[in-house]
C-alpha cells in the first residue's frame, strides 16, 4: 500500500505574501489527494538531530534554531523566510522523508512525501532557494547509514538544479544523484561537467521551452540506462512539479501526462532493481491548479504500479 506521509505543521511555515512557497501548496496537494481512499496516511515525525549530523554539521543546525523568529519573519537571503512555525515545520519534513525511508524499506511498496519547506537547494552550510535542511540527502544517508544499503539512487526532476542535494553527497560513493533541470536558470549550477568526488553525480540540462519530448528522450538516453547499470537498492524522488508549463517560475513545459510517463517508467526500473521501493518527496511546484494535478497523478501511478 502507497503510504502518504504529511503533518499540520507545515501549514505553519509562512512566508510573506505573494511568495510562490506557501502553505496554499500543501493545502491544494491533500484536496487533490483526499478522494484516494488506498492512501495509508500518517504523520511526518520530527527529524534527529542525528539523523541531520549525517549531512549537515552541527553549526548549520544551530544557525537554522537561532534565525527562528519568535514572532514576524525573518530573512534568510533573498528567497528563503522563517517565521515562528517554520524550524518545526522543517523538522517535520526531514522526519517525514526519513520515516518514509524507514516504512519502505521495513514493510516494502512506496510513499510520498507531502510536506514543507522543500529541502534539494539546502547546503550543508547554507539554507537557500526555499530550503532549510537537506530532506532528500538525510534520507539517503538514513538508508545506508541505518538499514545497510549498499546503493541508493536519488532522480530529481524538479526543475531546478539540485544544488544542496549535490553538494551534501558529493563525496559519498554510495549515492546516485541524477538531476534533471532547466539550464540557464536558478541556481546556475548543474553543469555535466559536475560529477561529485567518485563519478555519482549526474546532470541532465534541459534547456528552456524543450517541452516533454525533449524530456524523454534525455531520459531515455541518459538517465535510464545510468539506473538500470547502477541496480539501486532503493529509489529515492526528488518531486518537484514546477516544469509543469502552467508553472510561473520556468519554462519546461512538461505536462501532466509527461510526469505520469516518467513515474511510471521509474517505477518499472524500481520494479527490476529494488523491489518496486521509491521514496518520493515533494520539492517545487507553484500553480497551484498545476501541482495539485501533477501530485495526484504521481500518486496514482504510485498506486497503481503497488497494486501490481
Same mark, same amino acid.
Given at each position: 500500500m502507497t503510504v502518504l506521509f504529511t503533518h499540520p505543521s507545515s501549514l505553519d511555515h509562512a512566508t510573506p505574501e505573494g511568495h510562490p512557497e506557501r502553505a496554499a501548496r500543501v493545502e491544494a496537494i491533500l484536496k487533490a489527494l483526499a478522494p484516494f481512499d488506498t492512501l495509508n496516511r500518517k504523520d511526518a515525525p520530527e527529524v534527529t538531530d542525528a539523523a541531520l549530523l549525517r549531512v549537515h554539521p552541527q553549526r548549520h543546525i544551530d544557525a537554522i534554531t537561532a534565525a527562528s523568529p519568535v514572532s514576524g519573519l525573518a530573512q534568510l537571503?533573498?528567497?528563503t523566510w522563517m517565521s515562528p512555525g517554520s524550524l518545526r515545520a522543517a523538522r517535520h519534513a526531514a522526519g517525514g522523508a526519513i520515516a518514509a525511508v524507514d516504512e519502505v524499506l521495513s514493510n516494502g511498496g512506496n510513499a510520498f512525501v507531502a510536506m514543507r519547506p522543500p529541502g534539494h537547494h539546502a547546503e550543508k552550510t547554507t539554507p537557500m532557494g526555499f530550503c532549510l535542511f537537506g530532506n532528500v540527502a538525510a534520507a539517503a544517508k538514513h538508508a545506508l547509514d541505518m538499514h545497510g544499503l549498499a546503493?541508493?539512487?536519488?532522480?530529481?526532476?524538479?526543475?531546478?538544479?539540485?544544488?544542496?542535494?549535490?553538494?551534501l553527497l558529493w563525496d559519498e560513493e554510495r549515492v546516485l544523484f541524477i538531476s534533471s533541470h532547466q539550464?540557464? *536558470?536558478?541556481?546556475?549550477?548543474?553543469?555535466?561537467?559536475? &560529477?561529485?568526488?567518485h563519478g555519482n /553525480?549526474?546532470?541532465?540540462?534541459l534547456p528552456p521551452e524543450s517541452g516533454g519530448a525533449q524530456m524523454r528522450e534525455a531520459y531515455e538516453s541518459k538517465v535510464f540506462p545510468a539506473?538500470?547499470?547502477?541496480?539501486p537498492d532503493l529509489l529515492i524522488l526528488s518531486a518537484g512539479f514546477d516544469a509543469h508549463k502552467d508553472d510561473p517560475l520556468a519554462n519546461l513545459?512538461?505536462?501532466?501526462?509527461?510526469?505520469?510517463? *516518467?513515474?511510471q517508467a521509474l517505477c518499472d526500473i524500481a520494479a &527490476?532493481?529494488?523491489?518496486?521501493? /521509491?521514496?518520493?518527496?515533494?520539492?517545487?511546484?507553484?500553480d497551484l491548479d498545476?501541482?495539485?494535478?501533477?501530485?495526484a497523478a504521481h500518486v496514482n501511478v504510485l498506486i497503481e504500479k503497488e497494486k501490481r
Amino acid at each position: 500500500m502507497t503510504v502518504l506521509f504529511t503533518h499540520p505543521s507545515s501549514l505553519d511555515h509562512a512566508t510573506p505574501e505573494g511568495h510562490p512557497e506557501r502553505a496554499a501548496r500543501v493545502e491544494a496537494i491533500l484536496k487533490a489527494l483526499a478522494p484516494f481512499d488506498t492512501l495509508n496516511r500518517k504523520d511526518a515525525p520530527e527529524v534527529t538531530d542525528a539523523a541531520l549530523l549525517r549531512v549537515h554539521p552541527q553549526r548549520h543546525i544551530d544557525a537554522i534554531t537561532a534565525a527562528s523568529p519568535v514572532s514576524g519573519l525573518a530573512q534568510l537571503d533573498a528567497d528563503t523566510w522563517m517565521s515562528p512555525g517554520s524550524l518545526r515545520a522543517a523538522r517535520h519534513a526531514a522526519g517525514g522523508a526519513i520515516a518514509a525511508v524507514d516504512e519502505v524499506l521495513s514493510n516494502g511498496g512506496n510513499a510520498f512525501v507531502a510536506m514543507r519547506p522543500p529541502g534539494h537547494h539546502a547546503e550543508k552550510t547554507t539554507p537557500m532557494g526555499f530550503c532549510l535542511f537537506g530532506n532528500v540527502a538525510a534520507a539517503a544517508k538514513h538508508a545506508l547509514d541505518m538499514h545497510g544499503l549498499a546503493r541508493v539512487a536519488i532522480v530529481d526532476f524538479d526543475v531546478h538544479h539540485g544544488n544542496g542535494t549535490q553538494d551534501l553527497l558529493w563525496d559519498e560513493e554510495r549515492v546516485l544523484f541524477i538531476s534533471s533541470h532547466q539550464m540557464p *536558470l536558478w541556481p546556475g549550477t548543474g553543469d555535466v561537467e559536475e &560529477r561529485g568526488a567518485h563519478g555519482n /553525480i549526474m546532470n541532465v540540462p534541459l534547456p528552456p521551452e524543450s517541452g516533454g519530448a525533449q524530456m524523454r528522450e534525455a531520459y531515455e538516453s541518459k538517465v535510464f540506462p545510468a539506473l538500470e547499470a547502477y541496480r539501486p537498492d532503493l529509489l529515492i524522488l526528488s518531486a518537484g512539479f514546477d516544469a509543469h508549463k502552467d508553472d510561473p517560475l520556468a519554462n519546461l513545459n512538461w505536462t501532466t501526462a509527461d510526469f505520469v510517463w *516518467l513515474t511510471q517508467a521509474l517505477c518499472d526500473i524500481a520494479a &527490476r532493481h529494488c523491489e518496486g521501493r /521509491i521514496v518520493s518527496i515533494l520539492e517545487g511546484g507553484y500553480d497551484l491548479d498545476a501541482l495539485a494535478e501533477a501530485v495526484a497523478a504521481h500518486v496514482n501511478v504510485l498506486i497503481e504500479k503497488e497494486k501490481r
